[in-house]
């Protein structure tokens, strides 16, 4: 997930609600994996909005969702990033009357910058298809909602070995959210990736708009945390080469190192918060990474 405002509380204190009001806070360890309720990558504010109703959703999901790549399954996937594996793009563009009618231009420069971004990474991408859909309810839907189960049921196309990307109009500051891999099978029309309309390139959405919402999402549809998971301790992102970071990002902060461990807060990684123009690389380890949770988990892709 990724969003515009930075004035959200620690995720611990949204996290006492979650949890149901009768249990103790979770202590830091178990922090981040609280971000996986529903399948899906959700953050405080979804806590915030939803603290009535979370309990029992919560959704910890399979134990190997953290578990590194072992040294053997790491060359092997080293190999295979080096040749960039073509993936299939289904949009979906919901509106809400002529609010949200992003062009086609618009994505083929959103396509663009993916390629750009995930060049020599593992993966490119090329468009198969566009829809539309006027449907305000579905243009207003947000992460774990029934108008998201909706759209997604209705509009999905062959989610296995077709990333579909929806474009929408979510409110609560939200810029986008994905599903990790290893939440629902492959095929599951649950996967894919939620944009806010206005942060493709030439939308309205700046310092946001343009398009590494779509990057970052992508992102964690491909396996990947955020870089300040899991703050200074533990295992962090699950990544060796990004260093550890207390908290998001925001702007573009050049200095910043909240963490004793070595290495200043990778603010530059469109896995942090930061502004997209101030965003530009993934490291080898995510790399890596990507390539080891599609070969587990989304092997038709
Ligand atoms: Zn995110």
């Known amino acids: 997930m990724k969003k515009m405002w930075s004035s959200v509380v620690a995720v611990t204190t949204?996290?006492?609600?979650?949890?149901?009001?009768?249990?103790?806070?979770?202590?830091?360890?178990?922090?981040?994996?609280?971000?996986?309720?529903?399948?899906?990558?959700?953050?405080?504010?979804?806590?915030?909005?939803?603290?009535?109703?979370?309990?029992?959703?919560?959704?910890?999901?399979?134990?190997?969702?953290?578990?590194?790549?072992?040294?053997?399954?790491?060359?092997?996937?080293?190999?295979?990033?080096?040749?960039?594996?073509?993936?299939?793009?289904?949009?979906?563009?919901?509106?809400?009357?002529?609010?949200?009618?992003?062009?086609?231009?618009?994505?083929?420069?959103?396509?663009?910058?993916?390629?750009?971004?995930?060049?020599?990474?593992?993966?490119?991408?090329?468009?198969?298809s566009i829809d539309r859909t006027n449907n305000s309810k579905w243009f207003g839907m947000t992460p774990g909602s029934r108008n998201e189960t909706l759209a997604k049921q209705t509009l999905a196309k062959s989610p296995a070995t077709t990333l579909n990307i929806y474009t929408a109009g979510p409110g609560q500051g939200l810029l986008g959210w994905a599903v990790f891999p290893w939440s629902y099978a492959e095929s599951h029309y649950q996967n894919g990736v939620v944009l806010l309309h206005s942060s493709l390139p030439g939308g309205s959405a700046a310092p946001y708009n343009l398009g590494d919402t779509a990057t970052h999402e992508v992102g964690h549809y491909l396996g990947l945390y955020h870089t300040f998971q899991g703050g200074c301790t533990g295992s962090g992102d699950s990544v060796d080469d990004t260093p550890a970071e207390a908290s998001a990002a925001y702007g573009c902060p050049a200095g910043r190192d909240t963490c004793s461990a070595t290495g200043q807060d990778p603010i530059y990684n469109f896995m942090d918060y930061t502004d997209d123009a101030c965003m530009n690389h993934f490291t080898a380890g995510q790399t890596t990474r990507m390539a080891w949770a599609v070969s587990t988990y989304k092997p038709s892709l």
């Not at 202590?27 to 971000?35: G, H, N």
């Not at 993936?87 to 420069?109: K, P, R």
Request: aromatic fraction near 8%; proline fraction near 4%.
């Open 14 to 128: 949204a996290l006492t609600f979650t949890a149901c009001q009768s249990e103790e806070p979770k202590p830091a360890a178990e922090v981040a994996d609280f971000q996986v309720i529903g399948g899906q990558v959700i953050d405080e504010a979804f806590f915030a909005e939803n603290k009535t109703g979370a309990c029992g959703t919560v959704d910890f999901g399979p134990s190997e969702a953290r578990r590194e790549p072992t040294p053997e399954e790491a060359s092997k996937f080293q190999v295979r990033a080096a040749a960039d594996n073509m993936v299939n793009v289904a949009w979906h563009v919901i509106t809400s009357g002529t609010t949200g009618n992003v062009t086609d231009a618009q994505i083929a420069a959103q396509l663009q910058v993916l390629n750009d971004a995930y060049a020599g990474k593992g993966f490119q991408f090329q468009t198969v």
